[in-house]
């Protein structure tokens, strides 16, 4: 009897260790798969990331390479400039050279008694046209001047670049106590040192860019972006302030265990700054073609880099938003970029305005020969016809034989003097003249 108990008890003994030996395999099976899932969501995001950082590096180099293009285009337009120069310098030779050849044919081919009219019907046509030569030189001048003047700023411009950056890192931290505590002031602030990198940048206000125009989005809402970038081609780029000091002057002064929390304060209140800024989806915006990214300004550069430092999603966090992260430095250079090249567009511009005003002038001076050889057909058409009209007076039963016939006659007249024989007026015997 003690036998089967013993046997029943094993036989339990070893069901109920299946039973455990089952279930301890089946939560391990869970347990790895959740431990796959993870890995696989984990692989995603670093790939994600990975993808994210290689479209940055791409816009940087596109941007570095749009920049070389842009230099060398303008170190050809100079060349074509003064190419351009030289030759109309050559044509306004040429042209002066060719308009003293006919003005002096012209001045031969004309009779003492109109002399007096055709020189001040010449005066009245040339004028014109050597006030426009004045000004076209005048114009070509002053562009060439221009093009040597920002030329040479520029290098004087990117040097003080350092000590611009220097400068506004110490009035952000001579004003950080001043500013803490009250965002509207700092905001202010913050607008204020960005209109200064414009200024520095070489853009001009209403011009070159706008501030706190007001917009709507495509729901119809209003939106205010803090600065608009005008760029050729009816193209824009949306500039938005954001300061950030309140955390970040705490992490500075304060020595203790609190100094880590201020840090991330600091990272979470730029985080904020992001989110708000994506969240207004300027890029919708009516009337504005931009890229599909804006440029959000940190005015104290250290807070940016203390921020990235400690926190490396920062940066691509904030592209995920088509938001990219500017300083003082990086903004100076980017809009230093945008001058460069509103000025390749000026010149351009200029360019073309000198060729057409050299066609036209070129048009003018055609038009001017042409009136000239209708003057020369005139004045042979005159002469024959005050030669033709002498030949009916003069000779034998011309209209002066003829008329004296009829006063000796008995014709009642009121002149007691007679007519002469033959009417003698003065001919034009011009030898450089076509003959009538």
Same mark, same amino acid.
């Given at each position: 009897?003690?036998?089967?108990?013993?046997?029943?008890?094993?036989?339990?003994?070893?069901?109920?260790?299946?039973?455990?030996?089952?279930?301890?395999?089946?939560?391990?099976?869970?347990?790895?798969?959740?431990? #796959?899932?993870?890995? =696989?969501? %984990?692989?995603? #995001?670093?790939?994600?990331?990975?993808?994210?950082?290689?479209?940055?590096? +791409?816009?940087? /180099?596109?941007?570095?390479?749009?920049?070389?293009?842009?230099?060398?285009?303008? +170190?050809?337009? /100079?060349?074509?400039?003064? /190419?351009?120069?030289?030759?109309?310098?050559?044509?306004?030779?040429?042209?002066?050279?060719?308009?003293?050849?006919?003005?002096?044919?012209?001045?031969?081919?004309?009779?003492?008694?109109?002399? #007096?009219? %055709?020189?001040?019907?010449?005066?009245?046509?040339?004028? !014109?046209?050597?006030?426009?030569?004045?000004?076209?030189?005048?114009?070509?001048?002053?562009?060439?001047?221009?093009?040597?003047?920002?030329? %040479?700023?520029?290098?004087?411009?990117?040097?003080?670049?350092?000590?611009?950056? #220097?400068?506004?890192?110490?009035?952000?931290?001579?004003?950080?106590?001043?500013?803490?505590?009250? $965002?509207?002031?700092?905001?202010?602030?913050?607008?204020?040192?960005? +209109?200064?990198?414009?200024?520095?940048?070489?853009?001009?206000?209403?011009?070159?860019?706008?501030?706190?125009?007001?917009? =709507?989005?495509? /729901?119809?809402?209003?939106?205010?972006?803090?600065?608009?970038?005008?760029?050729?081609?009816?193209?824009?780029?949306?500039?938005?302030?954001?300061?950030?000091?309140?955390?970040?002057? =705490?992490?500075?002064?304060?020595?203790?265990?609190?100094?880590?929390?201020?840090?991330?304060?600091?990272?979470?209140?730029?985080?904020?700054?992001?989110?708000?800024?994506?969240?207004?989806?300027?890029? &919708?915006?009516?009337?504005?073609?931009?890229?599909?990214?804006?440029?959000?300004?940190? !005015?104290?550069? !250290?807070?940016?880099?203390?921020?990235?430092?400690?926190?490396?999603?920062?940066?691509?966090?904030?592209? &995920?938003?088509?938001?990219?992260?500017?300083? $003082?430095?990086?903004?100076?250079?980017?809009?230093?970029?945008?001058?460069?090249?509103?000025?390749?567009?000026?010149?351009?511009?200029?360019?073309?305005?000198?060729?057409?005003?050299?066609?036209?002038?070129?048009?003018?001076?055609?038009?001017?020969?042409?009136?000239?050889?209708?003057? +020369?057909?005139?004045?042979?058409?005159?002469?024959?016809?005050?030669?033709?009209?002498?030949?009916?007076?003069?000779?034998?039963?011309?209209?002066?034989?003829?008329?004296?016939?009829?006063?000796?006659?008995?014709?009642?007249?009121?002149?007691?003097?007679?007519?002469?024989?033959?009417?003698?007026?003065?001919?034009?015997?011009?030898?450089?003249?076509?003959?009538?």
């Amino acid at each position: 009897m003690e036998f089967l108990y013993l046997l029943a008890g094993l036989v339990l003994g070893a069901v109920i260790a299946r039973l455990y030996l089952r279930n301890t395999r089946q939560e391990s099976s869970a347990d790895q798969a959740q431990l #796959e899932e993870r890995a =696989r969501l %984990s692989r995603q #995001e670093a790939d994600q990331t990975r993808q994210e950082l290689n479209t940055a590096r +791409e816009r940087i /180099e596109h941007l570095t390479a749009e920049r070389a293009k842009w230099e060398a285009h303008h +170190e050809a337009t /100079e060349q074509k400039l003064k /190419e351009h120069k030289e030759e109309m310098e050559k044509l306004r030779e040429k042209m002066t050279q060719e308009f003293e050849l006919v003005a002096g044919r012209i001045l031969k081919q004309n009779t003492e008694n109109f002399q #007096e009219s %055709s020189q001040k019907k010449m005066t009245d046509i040339l004028d !014109p046209l050597k006030e426009k030569l004045k000004d076209f030189e005048q114009k070509v001048d002053t562009v060439h001047k221009e093009s040597i003047r920002q030329n %040479s700023t520029l290098a004087e411009q990117i040097n003080g670049l350092k000590n611009l950056n #220097e400068q506004m890192g110490k009035e952000a931290m001579n004003l950080a106590n001043a500013l803490k505590g009250d $965002s509207k002031t700092q905001g202010d602030w913050g607008e204020v040192q960005l +209109e200064m990198i414009l200024e520095k940048a070489g853009l001009v206000k209403d011009t070159h860019y706008t501030t706190q125009s007001t917009y =709507r989005d495509e /729901e119809g809402k209003l939106k205010k972006p803090d600065f608009i970038i005008n760029l050729p081609e009816n193209k824009h780029m949306v500039i938005d302030a954001k300061v950030s000091l309140v955390a970040y002057e =705490r992490y500075h002064n304060d020595e203790g265990d609190d100094r880590e929390t201020h840090l991330k304060n600091h990272i979470l209140s730029i985080r904020n700054h992001i989110k708000e800024l994506g969240e207004k989806n300027y890029q &919708s915006l009516y009337h504005i073609n931009t890229p599909d990214y804006v440029l959000m300004y940190i !005015p104290i550069e !250290p807070a940016l880099t203390l921020a990235l430092r400690h926190d490396n999603k920062l940066y691509d966090d904030a592209l &995920s938003r088509r938001i990219v992260l500017v300083t $003082s430095s990086t903004l100076l250079a980017t809009m230093r970029t945008v001058h460069f090249i509103w000025k390749q567009e000026n010149l351009t511009r200029n360019v073309l305005e000198i060729a057409r005003q050299g066609g036209a002038m070129y048009d003018k001076f055609v038009t001017f020969l042409l009136d000239l050889e209708k003057i +020369e057909k005139a004045l042979v058409t005159s002469q024959k016809a005050y030669h033709d009209a002498v030949a009916k007076i003069n000779g034998h039963g011309g209209l002066m034989s003829r008329i004296e016939h009829l006063r000796k006659l008995g014709a009642k007249t009121t002149k007691d003097k007679s007519i002469p024989t033959a009417f003698k007026p003065q001919v034009i015997n011009d030898p450089n003249l076509p003959e009538a």
